[in-house]
Every structure is written in C-alpha cells, then in structure tokens.
C-alpha cells in the first residue's frame, strides 16, 4: 500500500481552497457586458394561457427582450426531452406529453415558466416581470395521487388519459399469486414514501453565450455533467450540430441527482444571448428553487407478502402509484420502474417478485432522481414490511430477517427480478452492526426510559442497492511540463471529493505525488463524451478510464525512458514515478522526461515527440452492489413530541475503499438527507389550489446539526465486488438508503406500547406529541 495510494485516508486536497473563499461557482463568472433575467412564473396549478401581453414590460428602461412560448416556438426550439423511454406493459411506450421551455396553452404546476425577461440590470428586468399582463383561466388542479388516477379527476393533459403517462411491470406475475395463495400467511401493508424538495446548498443558475462568428453556443451552468446537456441542447433543442455547443461547470455546491438534468433556464439564455449578440446570465432564488428544481421520491405502495411456516418470504406482490408531476423530467419514469424496482428482491432469497407501477401525472413540480433514485424507495419498502411481517407472526426484527437473509454461500445470486448479487455476506453485516449497537442491551434501556416516561424504541434498516456500472465514461492522462499530470474526467464533482481520490488512484497506479496531480472536469471541448455523476457511479467508472489512459501514457514513457537510458522498452519497469533499467539504479523521473518532451523535443526521436496524452473509454462494466445495515436508537418524549436519537450504528459492505475519509463524509451526508425525510421534511400541496404549502425554509424543515446523532460506523473491506478488477462497489448513496427505515423501524419500536403499528414519513413531532397522547390509530395515523 502506497502512502497517499489507495485504501488510505488522505484528507481533501479541494479544502482549503473551497474552505478560504477561493472555489468558483457559475455565480462567480460574470462575462463582460453581461445582461440579467429573471423568469415570470405562474401562481396556478392549472390555468388556460388566454393570453400574454408584454409589450408594457417591453417598453421598461434597460429591458432588452420579453420572451414567451410564441418567440420560442417560431425560432423552432424543441421541448424538453424524456430520455430514458421503454416498454411497459404490453409493450406499450410511455405516454410523453410535451414539456415546452416557456408554457405552452397551459400552465401545470406552481412555478411553471411562462415568460424570460432579460435587461441591463437584475431590478429592471424584475420590475418588467411585474408589468408582464398574462390572463389565467384558472381550473381545478389536482395533487394527490389516488385524486388524479380516480373517475373524473382533472386531466393534466387531455392525450393522458386516466392521468397516467406510463403503466409498467416486472416480474412473474402468475409464480408470484401462485405462491401468495399457497403461502401460510399473507401479510399486507400501505406505505408513502414521501416527497422531498432537494434544496441543494448553490441553487441553480446559468450563464448564455453566443459567438456569431463562429456560430457556438457556450452555457455554463451548475451541473452533474455537461454532455448530456450539450447533447440535449444540439439534438433535441437547437436541432445543431452537438460541436456548436460548450457546455462548462465550474465549482458545484451540492446536486445529489437534482442537477442531472435539463431545465427551461439553460436554454433561455442561449436563446436570449444569440438573439441578443451579448451574455445573459439567471441567477435562480430559493424561492424559484422549491418552484422549479425536480423534486424526489412521492410514491404510494400496497404490498402483500407470502410467509411459509417458518417466517420465510416466498412472494412479494407491489402495487405502486409513482407521482411525476406536471411533465416528465429527464430520467422521470425510469426511477420508480427500472431504477427502484429491481431492486425490490433486496436482501432476502424471495422465489418470486411481481412490480406494477403506474407513473401519475399531477399539478405539482415535476420528480426525477433523488440521492438513490429508486433504491431507497425499494429499501424503505422492504425494511419497513420486514419489521411489519415480523411483528405480526411474533418474531424479532433481527431474527426474521436472519431467516430470510440470501446466505453468502449462494453468492453469485439471481434474484427474482433478473439481476445477479455477485458477492455478500448480510447476515455478518447485520450480526455485527446489532454487536456495535448493543442490540441485545436495548431492552433495560427501554425499561429505563420508560420509568422516566419516555418512549425508547431501536430499528434496523438493511439495504442493498444496484450502482457504479453505469454507461460509459471517458479519461484523458497528460504529462505535463513540470512532470505533474493532468486527468481529464467526464465526471463531475459535487462536493464528494474526486481531485482527492483520482490522485490517490494516480499515486497508487504510477507512483506520482497526488499533490502533483490536478483534475479537469465540466469542460464538454476537452473530451468527446461523458457520463456525469450520478449512481454512485464516479469512482469506478473514473477510475476505470483513468488508469486506461495511464497504462497507455505508461506505455509512452516507457519508450522515451528506453530511449533516454538507452535501453529496450522491456527492460524499463516504473516504481516510484521513476523508470528504470531493471536491475540497476540507473533511473530517469518524470519531471526530466517531461523537460525533454516539451523543452527539449528536438533531442527525441520523432516518434517520440509531440504531447504526451492519452485517452480511454470505460465501457458498461457490470453493476456493483453495496450493502449494509443501519441501526438507529432513539427516544420520545410524550409531553412535546421531541425525538432524540441517541445512538446510530452503521456497518457498510463496500468492497475495497479508496479513501476512508471521503466514503465516512458520503455515508454522514446521504444518513442526513435520510433523516430529513424521515423526520423533518414536509412537501405540502393544497389539495384544492395546487398551491406548494412548504415552499420556504419558513415552512420546509431542513435536518440541522444538532438534529444528527453521533454516527458509529464501519466498513468492512473483506467482501470485495467480483465483477471489477479493484473489487469496488459503490457507496455515495448508502446513508440516505439505509437511515429512514432504520429511523421509521425504531419510531414505531418505541410506540408499540400505544398500539401503533405502522408510521409514515415524515414522522414529525407534532405526529408524534398527537399520537403519544392518544390523538392517532394503531397504525399510526394522526387524528386531523
């Protein structure tokens, strides 16, 4: 093991600079003569455009341009596109309704974008914006999920019949009621999983760019990669040739799947700036952020389980209502199907699995990937029904889940939904998180509490989830002038720290000083492709395509070396960024092949000339499968329904690690955003207007630090992933998976003494202060 190589933990080289005030956000650009937009949003859930008259805004001093649908629709810019269509049941397509950039005829959502006012300054063109006249015929709007898929609902499109844009399946659905009918017991439950609004710390922003001269496009923007929106921009909007468009990202302040995807406002200021000949730059506020960012999550799901004598699970049979929202976001009906459904085996051997889900539209924001993006959704489902089954035939948590578990012996596992386990061992996992956790002295702690009068209760949340192998990705090595290498990424950092890691990975593979090592992503001119960041997918992904690239610059430097200590190829072995002639001392570093390339090139063969850079395309390797179990012990107090978490266990599988540090920070970040939805996160709409009730910091509880416990965790590195040469699996996502079953199982562990059986998210404490004196039913609904 190299000093600062892989499995050590290397504090973030990005630190001190994102620390002191020096990183550079899309905010921080300002191109010279830039103008200012701000986007006029509807109030309505659902109205009729009758019409919009702008030409008072038009005439406001230093407004340059008001834009609506008409502007847009006459230049022949696309809609937004779904990208991720595929059969449902029958065969049929997903139902794709158009999203137009600035609403088109109607308006679907509070926040939905009508018209972009661009002018001299940010106060002029907000003042436009108030003069801009639209008249709404306001209709009834409709956004709950049961509401809209129900006999006269109101319709979100009139080609969306039933609401529902997408009715899909997965599994044998005949083996599966086969067994639930042979099965000695069938237990049900009804779960929500709630949704969330994503409120990354940097909301979102971009900045247009047009050269006439050469005909390109250049947006910087806030993303988790820039080439699936340069493709989308060439392709779908502008309908150009995808080398007219850069798309840059410089620093981002959070994205967590958010930032994936296509907005209306990175299209408007390209628009805006090519019309305009200047740059035209939109900041978004955190109001525009509850409005128009994709939200995640918001399922409903009735489950049946079949139990044989012992407690095993034979069936599993789910019904899922999935919301989408107003329009179809991006990756929209792919994350409760194909993403989260899959998943639906989880960590026990079921012989059989059957998934319908019916992908719903409503008057609300639209929904896409979320932290997980399926997986904890799946998870919550199944941890939640475990602890439910298990209650209701009179076993522990613990024990029906060690008759269950897939046992490390059948490993590599086919589950039920068609996806193979290459390697685990869950029952250790579990064993030794409930050690960590003193499962077993659990019980006098809850005796203790109770005779202070409170209510203390402990949960497991075990997951398994399907990441890292995910499409393509490309890496370009450079050796640069003063030795140090370049490495070029089509990934994008958010904030998990892969300048850190990809050094690491450098240092281990050639020997390099990480601090010798620089990092370039968010730059669509400097590779050809890239998949982006999202999936848990970057470290894997990256690091395969790295070192591609580093053997071939390995290979490079090899011959000059040979050439330089005039020796064969062959006989040059690299150790400690040296070559050397094998079996001497006679060596020849970096720094002074790098003095020869480019200072003194004429002392080189031609062949050996010219930039040393390599590139490498990392091609669809197989998924990766993280695993682990949280446990979580808490305790209520009744007179005021304050929850303390006082001790949280986790035991994580994620194969071999690069850096302890950055995967402890991913686990302590995804176990915040878990507890959030858990406890604390409300996303309200009024029934009746459509109105987003929570749609400020005022209304919308954020997890805040002395909401979070202190976090005993431990990784265990001696399971490592069969299916990749570095045994990695992935592990961005794990925290926000396993904590809010983990949360919900100990909530209603500590209230069975009220007869509560079940809870959902989010379990506030007004929920709790209700049903804690009486004001709610055994399974956990408060009484209004």
Avoid at 178 to 188: D, G, H, P, Q
Avoid at 610 to 631: D, F, M, Q, R, S
């Amino acid at each position: 093991m190299r000093k600062f190589g892989v499995g050590q933990p290397l504090r973030r080289f990005e630190d001190q600079r994102l620390l002191t005030g020096e990183g550079s956000y899309t905010d921080d650009q300002r191109p010279e003569g830039a103008l200012q937009a701000v986007v006029l949003r509807s109030p309505h859930a659902h109205a009729v455009l009758a019409s919009i008259d702008c030409e008072d805004a038009r005439a406001f001093p230093g407004v340059r341009a008001v834009y609506t649908h008409a502007e847009l629709d006459a230049a022949g810019i696309g809609d937004i596109p779904c990208l991720t269509l595929f059969p449902g049941k029958g065969g049929k397509q997903a139902i794709t309704p158009g999203h137009p950039v600035l609403a088109r005829g109607k308006v679907r959502h509070v926040g939905d974008p009508v018209a972009f006012v661009v002018a001299e300054t940010l106060e002029q063109a907000q003042d436009a914006a108030e003069a801009i006249m639209v008249d709404f015929d306001d209709l009834e709007a409709v956004v709950d999920l049961e509401a809209a898929i129900a006999p006269g609902a109101p319709q979100v499109f009139d080609e969306v019949p039933g609401n529902v844009c997408f009715d899909w399946d997965i599994g044998d659905a005949a083996k599966t009621e086969a067994l639930l009918e042979s099965a000695e017991r069938v237990v049900e439950l009804s779960l929500v999983n709630s949704r969330i609004v994503v409120n990354s710390l940097e909301p979102r922003n971009a900045i247009g760019e047009y050269d006439p001269a050469s005909g390109r496009f250049t947006l910087t923007t806030s993303t988790q990669g820039v080439f699936k929106l340069r493709d989308q921009l060439a392709d779908k909007i502008f309908k150009l040739p995808r080398d007219r468009f850069r798309v840059l990202t410089p620093d981002v302040g959070g994205g967590f799947g958010m930032k994936i995807f296509l907005y209306a406002e990175q299209v408007l200021v390209l628009f805006a700036a090519r019309d305009l000949g200047l740059p035209v730059v939109w900041n978004g506020t955190r109001s525009e952020s509850f409005q128009s960012d994709s939200q995640g999550r918001d399922h409903l799901s009735k489950v049946r389980v079949g139990l044989d004598a012992q407690g095993r699970m034979k069936a599993l049979h789910v019904s899922t209502l999935a919301n989408l929202g107003g329009y179809l976001s991006n990756f929209g009906p792919y994350i409760p199907t194909a993403a989260g459904a899959k998943m639906l085996s989880g960590l026990y051997g079921l012989e059989a699995v059957y998934c319908e889900v019916k992908c719903v539209l409503t008057h609300t924001v639209p929904v896409d990937a979320y932290r997980g993006a399926g997986r904890p959704e799946a998870a919550y489902l199944l941890e939640r029904l475990a602890d439910y089954a298990a209650t209701e035939i009179g076993l522990t948590p613990e024990e029906f889940r060690r008759r269950n578990f897939i046992p490390k012996t059948a490993m590599p596992f086919d589950t039920a939904t068609g996806i193979t386990y290459d390697s685990g061992d869950f029952t250790r996992v579990m064993e030794r998180a409930l050690e960590k956790a003193d499962w077993s002295g659990s019980v006098s702690r809850k005796e203790a509490a109770a005779k202070a009068g409170r209510y203390r209760g402990i949960g497991i949340g075990c997951y398994i989830e399907a990441c890292a192998g995910i499409g393509e990705e490309e890496a370009r090595v450079r050796l640069d002038e003063d030795g140090g290498m370049t490495v070029f990424v089509g990934t994008q950092t958010n904030g998990q720290g892969h300048a850190t890691a990809y050094s690491q990975i450098m240092a281990e593979q050639i020997g390099i000083d990480p601090a010798m090592v620089r990092l370039r992503q968010g730059d669509s001119d400097e590779l050809s492709q890239g998949s982006g960041t999202g999936g848990s997918r970057s470290l894997l992904m990256g690091r395969l395509a790295i070192e591609g690239a580093s053997e071939k610059v390995i290979e490079r430097l090899r011959r000059i070396a040979g050439f330089l200590l005039e020796a064969a190829p062959e006989d040059i072995e690299l150790a400690d960024a040296k070559f050397a002639i094998v079996g001497t001392d006679r060596h020849v570093g970096l720094a002074e092949i790098a003095r020869k390339v480019y200072a003194q090139s004429e002392s080189l063969p031609e062949a050996l000339r010219g930039e040393v850079l390599e590139a490498y395309i990392a091609k669809n390797p197989p998924l990766t499968y993280p695993n682990g179990c949280h446990v979580c012990e808490l305790e209520i107090d009744p007179e005021t329904g304050r929850l303390i978490i006082d001790r949280y266990t986790v035991v994580d599988d994620f194969g071999t690690i690069v850096n302890p540090l950055l995967v402890a920070g991913q686990v302590h970040g995804g176990l915040a955003q878990g507890l959030g939805q858990a406890l604390l996160e409300v996303t309200a709409y009024d029934p009746e207007s459509g109105q987003l009730l929570t749609g400020s910091f005022m209304d919308y509880g954020m997890p805040r630090a002395d909401d979070m416990p202190r976090i005993d965790l431990e990784f265990i590195q001696d399971i490592p992933c069969a299916t990749n040469p570095f045994g990695i699996k992935g592990a961005g996502e794990a925290g926000a998976i396993g904590a809010p079953p983990a949360i919900v199982n100990a909530l209603v562990d500590a209230l069975k003494p009220l007869g509560v059986r079940h809870l959902d998210m989010p379990v506030t404490p007004e929920k709790l202060w209700r049903l804690a004196n009486g004001l709610g039913d055994q399974k956990g609904e408060a009484a209004e």
